[in-house]
């Protein structure tokens, strides 16, 4: 392809791994008081869109679904390389589980117009799901491989490598396709090319940043507000609670046989946690 592909990168803000996110009074994580960073697994995915840019050329959108602070992982992005970003902001987002979040990046993906690729992170570490990227692709109908280690574009079809129970499988698919990345895909998390794009300066520049980055709402992208958000979302959150603080003892069973290991494991939980899981099947 002359003009390389068009691609898209799927991208997530999520609490920062190192800080320490409270529960609210009403059981949801408190994201406000939580540090943010991207999701780690999604930068495999965007050095993955970037690899092949670098081989064919072509052009990556970023796009993350978010309240307005979340400009900051699509500025990061595009200090990495990547060329467009695309926020996808609205309060009746708000409560999304897989099934509606999955509707709206489809449509938002629609929305960027044809597209070769589409790259999303095996998961996220707030979520831990893995589902929303198979989702998408079968909203886009698009043919999707998961756990991809390695890939190569020719001619508009995609030679992959993926992690399957026990080894790999090897695989084609014509584009367009979705691919969710594994870990192992990279030892290397993309390095930001500020110097050769000079997003500092395009960040100061508000009306060249705005061609780069702009904010849309679910009427921009034609979804319908009743299959978003809460009202598009089927899976209820019973509770949350905080198990304890990061770090904590470590206790190690061995010697024993695996189900008698397992069994003093689950007393030992229980003993610990007395109470909580009475309260949460009540």
Known sequence: MSDGYKMVVLLKQVPDTSSKAGVNPDGTVDRARAKRMMNPFDKYALQKALEVKKAHGGQITVISMGPPPALEIITEALEYGADKGLLLSDKRLAASDTLSTAYALHMAVKHVGKVDLVFTGLQTTDGDTAQTGPQIAERLDMPQVT?????????????????????????????????????????????????????????????????????????????????????????????????????GSCAMFEGGNARDEVAELVARVAADNEGILEEVLQ
């Not at 584009?175 to 930001?192: D, G, Q």
């Not at 705005?210 to 679910?218: A, E, G, N, Q, Y």
Request: some cysteine; proline content about 5%.
């Open 147 to 247: 756990y991809l280690e390695k890939l190569s574009v020719k001619d508009g079809v995609a030679t992959m490598q993926r992690v399957v129970e026990g080894g790999y499988q090897t695989l084609e698919t014509p584009l367009p396709c979705l691919i969710t990345v594994a870990n192992s895909a990279t030892r290397l998390a993309p390095k930001r090319f500020a110097e050769v794009y000079e997003v500092k300066e395009l960040a100061r520049n508000k009306a060249e940043y705005d061609k780069r980055v702009t904010v849309i709402s679910l009427d921009d992208i034609g979804a319908d507000p009743d299959r978003a958000g809460l009202k598009g979302s089927p899976t209820v959150v019973g509770k949350t609670w905080k198990m304890g603080d990061i770090g």
